[in-house]
Structures are given as structure tokens and as C-alpha cells.
Nanobody
């Protein structure tokens, strides 16, 4: 059974930092591109960042470029999202997702597996 388990969310002041982790179980992690998405109350789920199977290719939403960094450790079956210079508008539930294709995608519809999400709240 495939499981993606996010951790690292919490409450932080604007300008602060958080690192999210997503541990994968029950799949061959290195065979999946990984993505992070977020969903704020009353809004649709939106793309945040994605990384290719080997980690050589990444993609970011314009709203987080220069502030967030996605990385992965295939030996630990884990993908990370380092978030710096956080803003109140970054407040959302953050989800990681796995896509069996080679290159990362910005579309949530192509992802095969999803985690349960972790709450990030940025206070002003």
C-alpha cells in the first residue's frame, strides 16, 4: 500500500522559515517525480513545486520562486520543501504527490498518489 506522509507544518511569523518533509512508503521512490501542492480555504489546489525522479529538474510556481526550494533524497525515500521568507498568503494545507512519469508536472490531475496534507499558517 502506497503512503505519502507529510510533516513539518506549523505556525510561523511572516518572514520566517519552515521545512516540510514527505516520506514515501510502498513505492519505488526513485521511479516517481514528486510535487508539492497547496490548498487554502475556499480555493482550488494549486501547484507549488516539483522535482524529477533523479532530482536534476525542478519547477516552481511564480509565487514561490526564489523563496522555496524542493529537493529529494532517494536513499531516504523523502522529498523536502524548504520555505523561506514566508508570507501570510502562503497559508494553506500543503500536500505532496507522486507522479510515475519522468519529468515533473504542474497539473495535479496527473499525479498518482497523494499525502494527507500538513497545515502551514503564516501570521502577519
Amino acid at each position: 500500500q502506497v503512503q505519502l506522509v507529510e510533516s513539518g507544518g506549523g505556525l510561523v511569523q511572516a518572514g520566517g522559515s519552515l521545512t516540510l518533509s514527505c516520506a514515501a512508503f510502498g513505492l519505488t521512490f526513485s521511479s516517481y517525480a514528486m510535487g508539492w501542492f497547496r490548498q487554502a480555504p475556499g480555493k482550488e489546489r494549486e501547484f507549488v513545486a516539483a522535482i524529477s525522479r533523479g532530482g536534476s529538474s525542478t519547477d516552481y510556481a511564480d509565487s514561490v520562486k526564489g523563496r522555496f526550494t524542493i529537493s529529494r533524497d532517494n536513499a531516504k525515500n523523502t522529498v523536502y520543501l524548504q520555505m523561506n521568507s514566508l508570507k501570510p498568503e502562503d497559508t494553506a494545507v500543503y500536500y505532496c504527490a507522486a507522479d510515475r512519469r519522468v519529468l515533473p508536472s504542474t497539473s495535479p490531475s496527473v499525479y498518482d498518489y497523494w499525502g494527507q496534507g500538513t497545515q502551514v499558517t503564516v501570521s502577519s
